[in-house]
């Protein structure tokens, strides 16, 4: 049996830490930072009576919330200082080099952002280290909680199941890897209406805020500039009037369907829409649709000891991101025996 919600949250650190830093950091180096990430998280998902009630900010100081928030930022602060410090002496050879050209595919994006910053004095250093936190805060719970969701919901339905691993294994079959590379990912149609469905469903952000520049009129309520609107995505992707029988866990409604989550369609924004919408799209349904697909090539899945598929709590839980409850126990068997 595996935790299979750990399993890929996991991943999906190790993922967007190699792509962001690289991977010649030290165990102890990336578990210090992903400590620190941790601890930030927590601490954004605590209800602040400031953001909801502005002239109530100052029990956010007197009950240590603020504080909190201010040590924890410190300390992430230092650790990108110290991060970007390493990165810059180890790269300086090469910017200095005559050939450093031709070593461009092998850097990763802090190595990316700070030759940008050479060329671009507004690009500071607290812009870089304000990118690499929004990498890491909105890329791995986030893409983590839709193919947790993904994955228990194929679980749940096993003719779903079965369909989505015939198609992965017929599109991958006779690759000498055993595994699913990107390639391929295109002519998998039905796994990308699984990963749609599964944003329908379940955005992993429940709630978007956006703040008007000017006087604006909404359902009859007038809103002066600034103030905070909530969008609930959650209600809107499952609003009946929108959606056919939106309760239910369909893939095959996207199937020849020009509705898309670009943020064009407003009955569909997983990630948003205009300027502020997610900037990660592409990046975030690349390992999403990656992944699942490897998931679903490698191994059969059933619930220990038999247990049925019907008895598998599907309650979400409180947070930044829409997460499951409890988490996902499995029994992976594996399809090829050559995997690896």
């Given at each position: 049996m595996v935790n299979l919600t750990e399993t890929l949250l996991n991943t999906l650190n190790a993922i967007i830490f190699r792509c962001s830093l690289g991977d010649n950091f030290s165990k102890e180096y990336t578990e210090r930072?992903?400590?620190?990430?941790?601890?930030?998280?927590?601490?954004?998902?605590?209800?602040?009576?400031?953001?909801?009630?502005?002239?109530?900010?100052?029990?956010?100081?007197?009950?240590?919330?603020?504080?909190?928030?201010?040590?924890?930022?410190?300390?992430?602060?230092?650790?990108?200082?110290?991060?970007?410090?390493?990165?810059?002496?180890?790269?300086?050879?090469?910017?200095?080099?005559?050939?450093?050209h031709g070593k461009e595919e092998k850097r990763n994006f802090l190595d990316i952002l700070l030759h940008a910053g050479k060329n671009n004095l507004s690009f500071t250093r607290e812009c870089m280290k304000g990118i690499i936190m929004d990498m890491f805060v909105g890329g791995v719970d986030t893409s983590a909680t839709v193919l947790d969701w993904a994955m228990?919901?194929?679980?749940?339905?096993?003719?779903?199941?079965?369909?989505?691993?015939?198609?992965?294994?017929r599109v991958a079959a006779g690759n000498k890897t055993n595994k699913v590379g990107e390639h391929v990912i295109n002519q998998m149609d039905y796994l990308k209406c699984i990963v749609k469905e599964t944003?329908?469903?379940?955005?992993?952000?429940?709630?978007?805020?956006?703040?008007?520049?000017?006087?604006?009129?909404?359902?009859?309520?007038?809103?002066?500039?600034?103030?905070?609107?909530?969008?609930?995505?959650?209600?809107?992707?499952?609003?009946?009037k929108l959606w056919d029988k939106p309760e239910e866990f369909r893939p095959e409604r996207f199937i020849d369907n020009p509705i898309d989550f670009k943020g064009?369609?407003?009955?569909?924004?997983?990630?948003?829409?205009?300027?502020?919408?997610?900037?990660?799209?592409?990046?975030?349904?690349?390992?999403?649709?990656?992944?699942?697909?490897?998931?679903?090539?490698?191994?059969?899945?059933?619930?220990?000891?038999?247990?049925?598929?019907?008895?598998?709590?599907?309650?979400?839980?409180?947070g930044i991101t829409t997460t499951r409850r409890t988490p996902l126990r499995v029994v992976p068997t594996p399809f090829c025996a050559t995997f690896s």
């Amino acid at each position: 049996m595996v935790n299979l919600t750990e399993t890929l949250l996991n991943t999906l650190n190790a993922i967007i830490f190699r792509c962001s830093l690289g991977d010649n950091f030290s165990k102890e180096y990336t578990e210090r930072f992903l400590g620190l990430l941790q601890k930030a998280n927590s601490l954004i998902e605590l209800f602040s009576l400031g953001d909801f009630f502005p002239w109530l900010k100052w029990l956010d100081y007197v009950n240590g919330y603020d504080a909190k928030l201010r040590k924890t930022a410190q300390e992430l602060d230092i650790f990108f200082n110290q991060i970007i410090d390493d990165r810059i002496c180890m790269n300086s050879q090469l910017y200095n080099s005559d050939d450093h050209h031709g070593k461009e595919e092998k850097r990763n994006f802090l190595d990316i952002l700070l030759h940008a910053g050479k060329n671009n004095l507004s690009f500071t250093r607290e812009c870089m280290k304000g990118i690499i936190m929004d990498m890491f805060v909105g890329g791995v719970d986030t893409s983590a909680t839709v193919l947790d969701w993904a994955m228990a919901e194929l679980i749940k339905n096993p003719k779903l199941m079965k369909k989505a691993q015939e198609e992965v294994r017929r599109v991958a079959a006779g690759n000498k890897t055993n595994k699913v590379g990107e390639h391929v990912i295109n002519q998998m149609d039905y796994l990308k209406c699984i990963v749609k469905e599964t944003l329908r469903m379940h955005p992993p952000i429940p709630t978007l805020s956006r703040k008007p520049s000017a006087d604006a009129k909404i359902g009859g309520y007038d809103l002066p500039p600034n103030v905070d609107v909530f969008l609930n995505v959650w209600t809107v992707q499952r609003d009946s009037k929108l959606w056919d029988k939106p309760e239910e866990f369909r893939p095959e409604r996207f199937i020849d369907n020009p509705i898309d989550f670009k943020g064009q369609c407003f009955q569909f924004i997983p990630f948003g829409s205009g300027r502020r919408g997610c900037p990660g799209i592409s990046f975030g349904i690349a390992v999403v649709e990656l992944i699942l697909a490897n998931l679903l090539y490698a191994f059969d899945w059933e619930f220990p000891g038999g247990a049925s598929s019907e008895e598998l709590d599907m309650a979400e839980t409180y947070g930044i991101t829409t997460t499951r409850r409890t988490p996902l126990r499995v029994v992976p068997t594996p399809f090829c025996a050559t995997f690896s």
